[in-house]
C-alpha cells in the first residue's frame, strides 16, 4: 500500500501531470490521423524521454500507448478508416451509426467502454503484476530461457499476414540482437569493423526507421485514396438506461481483452476482433450488427483497450513484452538503466505503481478529451498526408540524429525503413522483429547460463517443470497452425 | 501455355499459382544469400577457449539461428498454398509493382539525408518541408510557403533551446 501511494505521489508533481497530459493528447492525435500509430509515435519519442527522469519519461509513453488505441476509434468512427489497426473492427458499427445522423453518440459509447475497458485491466494489472512477478522470483535462467523461447514462438499467432513470415522476422530481431561485442567472451560479432556497431544495433534509429519511415513510403501510394469525412459537432455520453444494458457486453469485453493482452505477443488488435465477435454471439440482436449497433462499438473498444492495459503486465513483470508498443517501451525502460522483470517491482514498486497511476490517468483523461475535444479531432483528420508525412520525416530524422548527435544514426535510420518498406510489402512485420530484438539477449545470456548451471547437458533444463511447461506450451502454439489446417481438411 | 495460364489473373484480382510462388521464390533466395553471408562471417568470428566461452563459441548462437532463419526461410515459397486456404492473399500489398511516386520519394529521401550533414539540420528540415508536399501533389503553393517557413523554425527553437538537442549547421552555417 505504501508503494502504492509512493508511486502515486510520484506523479503528483506539475511537469509530470503535463507531461502525461502531453502523452495522451500526442497519443488521440497520433491515433487519430490515418497511417499514424502509437508504436511510431512511442519509437519517434524515446530519444526525446531520454533526457527526462524515468518515471515521467515511461508514464509518458504508457499514457501515449493507452491514448493512440482510444484515438484510433476517431477516425473509425468518422472516416471508416481505423486511425490504428486496434480500432478496425470499432469501424463495423461505429461508422454507420456515424453515418446516420449520430456520430457523437457512437463517439460517446466508443470513449465510456475505452475508459471502462481500461481501468479494469489496470486493477487487474494492480493485482496481477505483483502475484505474477513473486512467482517469477523462482525464476532462475532456464526458466527465463524457456519462457522467452515461449514468447518467441507467440509471434507465429501475432496479427499479420502470416506466422511464417512473423517467426521470421522475429528470428532476424534476435539475430540483430547478437551485433556488438559478446559480453561473455569479449568477441566481435557482425560489426564488419565499424566501431559504432561495438555496442550493439543502437535502438531508437532502427525503431524509427521501421515504423515512421516505413509507414511513411507506404503512404506515398495511398494519396488519391478518397474518403468521406463525417464531422462531430460535440460527443453524446450514453444513458445510464443504455450503460445498463450495455454493461456486461463491456464487462465481458474487458475480461476477453485483458486476457488476451497478458499474452506475450498477442495485440490490441485481435482483442477487438475477438471482442466484436463475442459481442455479436451473446447479442439479442444479432442481425443488426454491422448497421451502427451500440454493442458492435463497446465490443470491440473495450476489448482493444483493456489489451493494451493487459500487455503491460508481463512486460513490466517478466520483462516480456506483449506487443509491439510494449516492445518499445520495454526498450525505453532498458534504455533508462532499468531490468525489466520481477527485480523491477520488488526492488522499485514505486516505479510500476507511478506507471499505473499514469495509465489510469490517461485513462480517465480519455473522457475530458472526448467532451471537450470531439470537433478538434474530427477536424484534425482533414490535415492533409501532403504536409503531415513530411512533418513526421522531419521527427523521424530529428528523433535519430538526436540520440547521439550522429547523421550515422539518421542513415540508419533511413536504410531501416527502406528495409521496413520492403518487408511489410511481402508480409514480414516490423513489430516481430522488434520483439525478437528486444528479447534477442535475453535469450542468449540466460541460455548460456542454463548451459553453465546444467554443464552443458540441454536435456537437463526438462528437470525443471516450468521449463516443461513453456516448451509444451511453445510446441502447442507453434504446431497450432498445422494441426487445425489438418483438421479442417479432414472434415 | 500452362505457365502462362498459372500467372493469369483470376476473378477475385489474385493470381492463381502453381505449387512454388515466384515471388516467394525469389524473396527466399534473397534471405539465404544473406544467410550464407553472414554464416561465412561468423566462421570469422575468434575463438576462445573452451574454458573462457563455458563451452558455448561466440559462432554458435548466431549459427544456430541462422539455421533457423534457413529453415524456415525453405518454406516460403509454398506458404501461399496454406494461405490460400485460409482465404489470406499474401500477394495483395505487392499485386501492383512499386508506385512511382514511392521511388520518387525513396530518391528523394536518400538525397537529402545524403545532404544533410552538409546542409545542416535547419535548411534540411526547410527542404523537406519545400519539396516533399510538391512531390505528393499539393498545389497550394502559399500554405506549402507558410509551413515551410513556420514548422522548421518552430521545431528548431522546441529542440534547440527547450530540449537542448544540439544542431548541425552545415557547411552554410545557418542555424537558430
Not at chain 1, 218 to 241: G, W, Y
Not at chain 1, 308 to 324: D, H, K, N, Y
Not at chain 1, 438 to 453: D, N, P, R
Not at chain 2, 126 to 151: D, E, Q, S
Request: hydrophobic residues 50%; proline residues 6%.
Amino acid at each position: 500500500m505504501d508503494a502504492i501511494i509512493e508511486g502515486f505521489s510520484l506523479l503528483i508533481q506539475i511537469e509530470n501531470i503535463i507531461l502525461i497530459t502531453l502523452g495522451v493528447l500526442i497519443g488521440v492525435l497520433v491515433g487519430a490521423l490515418p497511417g499514424l500509430s502509437s508504436p511510431m509515435a512511442i519509437a519517434l519519442l524515446t530519444p526525446f524521454t531520454i533526457q527526462l527522469e524515468p518515471i515521467p519519461a515511461i508514464a509518458m509513453m504508457a499514457a501515449l500507448y493507452c491514448a493512440g488505441t482510444f484515438g484510433g476509434s476517431i477516425t473509425a468512427i468518422l472516416i471508416n478508416a481505423p486511425g490504428a489497426p486496434p480500432a478496425v473492427a470499432t469501424a463495423l458499427d461505429g461508422y454507420p451509426m456515424a453515418k446516420r445522423g449520430e456520430p457523437g453518440r457512437a463517439l460517446g459509447l466508443a470513449t465510456v467502454s475505452s475508459v471502462s475497458g481500461g481501468i479494469i485491466s489496470l486493477i487487474v494489472f494492480i493485482v496481477a503484476a505483483p502475484t505474477l512477478a513473486a512467482v517469477a522470483l523462482q525464476f532462475r535462467p532456464p526458466e527465463y530461457f524457456a519462457l522467452a523461447v515461449f514468447a518467441l514462438s507467440m509471434l507465429a499467432s501475432m496479427t499479420g499476414k502470416s506466422s511464417l513470415r512473423n517467426l521470421i522476422s522475429g528470428a532476424v530481431g534476435v539475430l540483430l540482437a547478437t551485433v556488438g561485442i559478446h559480453l561473455t567472451t569479449g568477441v566481435e560479432r557482425f560489426t564488419f569493423g565499424i566501431p559504432d556497431l561495438d555496442e550493439g544495433i543502437h535502438f531508437v534509429p532502427v525503431l524509427i526507421g521501421l515504423f515512421a519511415m516505413g509507414e511513411l513510403l507506404s503512404q506515398s501510394s495511398t494519396l488519391n485514396n478518397a474518403v468521406e469525412r463525417i464531422e462531430a459537432k460535440a460527443m453524446k455520453l450514453p444513458t445510464s438506461t443504455e450503460l445498463k444494458e450495455l454493461k456486461n457486453c463491456i464487462l465481458r469485453s474487458s475480461g476477453i481483452g485483458t486476457f488476451i493482452g497478458i499474452l506475450p505477443a498477442e495485440g490490441s488488435t485481435v482483442a477487438a476482433i475477438i471482442g466484436y465477435n463475442e459481442a455479436k454471439r451473446f447479442s439479442k440482436k444479432k442481425d443488426e450488427f454491422g448497421t451502427g449497433t451500440p454493442e458492435g462499438i463497446v465490443g470491440p473498444e473495450a476489448a482493444n483497450n483493456s489489451a493494451a492495459g493487459g500487455a503491460m503486465v508481463p512486460t513490466l513483470a517478466l520483462g516480456i513484452p506483449g506487443s509491439g508498443s510494449t516492445a518499445l517501451i520495454l526498450a525505453a525502460l532498458i534504455m533508462h538503466g532499468f531490468r525489466p522483470g520481477p527485480y523491477l517491482l520488488n526492488e522499485t514498486p514505486e516505479f510500476l505503481y507511478a506507471i499505473f497511476g499514469a495509465m489510469l490517468f490517461a485513462n480517465i483523461a480519455f473522457l475530458a478529451i472526448g467532451l471537450a475535444g470531439a470537433k478538434f479531432f474530427s477536424l484534425v483528420t482533414f490535415i492533409p498526408k501532403q504536409l503531415l508525412w513530411p512533418a513526421v520525416f522531419i521527427f523521424a530524422v530529428i528523433g535519430a540524429y538526436s540520440s547521439s548527435s550522429s547523421f550515422v544514426d539518421v542513415y540508419v535510420m533511413l536504410v531501416a525503413g527502406l528495409i521496413g518498406y520492403f518487408m511489410n510489402r511481402h508480409g514480414f512485420g516490423a513489430a516481430p522483429l522488434v520483439m525478437g530484438l528486444i528479447l534477442g539477449k535475453m535469450v542468449e545470456e540466460a541460455f548460456s547460463q542454463s548451459m553453465i548451471i546444467y554443464d552443458n547437458n540441454f536435456l537437463a533444463l526438462m528437470e525443471s517443470p516450468i521449463v516443461l511447461f513453456f516448451f509444451a506450451l511453445t510446441a502447442v502454439n507453434l504446431s497450432t497452425p498445422f494441426w487445425t489446417g489438418f483438421r479442417k481438411r479432414k472434415a | 501455355m500452362d505457365n502462362q495460364n498459372s500467372t493469369a489473373p483470376s476473378t477475385d484480382g489474385s493470381r492463381a499459382l502453381g505449387l512454388v510462388h515466384p515471388v516467394d521464390l525469389a524473396v527466399t533466395a534473397i534471405i539465404l544469400a544473406g544467410v550464407a553471408y553472414l554464416f561465412y562471417e561468423t566462421t570469422q568470428f575468434d575463438e576462445v577457449s573452451p574454458l573462457f566461452a563455458q563451452n558455448i563459441q561466440p559462432a554458435m548462437y548466431p549459427q544456430l539461428l541462422l539455421w533457423i532463419i534457413a529453415g524456415l526461410a525453405c518454406f516460403l515459397p509454398f506458404e501461399h498454398l496454406l494461405l490460400a486456404k485460409k482465404g489470406k492473399n499474401i500477394d495483395k500489398d505487392r499485386a501492383e509493382s512499386v508506385h512511382p511516386l514511392t521511388k520518387i520519394t525513396i530518391t528523394f529521401l536518400v538525397v537529402v539525408v545524403l545532404a544533410s550533414p552538409y546542409l545542416g539540420m535547419l535548411l534540411t528540415m526547410i527542404t523537406i518541408c519545400l519539396v516533399m508536399p510538391r512531390l505528393w501533389g499539393y498545389k497550394n503553393l502559399v500554405t506549402i510557403l507558410l509551413f515551410a517557413g513556420i514548422f522548421p523554425v518552430v521545431v528548431s527553437l522546441v529542440f534547440s533551446k527547450v530540449l537542448s538537442v544540439y544542431f548541425d549547421s552545415g557547411i552554410f552555417g545557418i542555424t537558430l
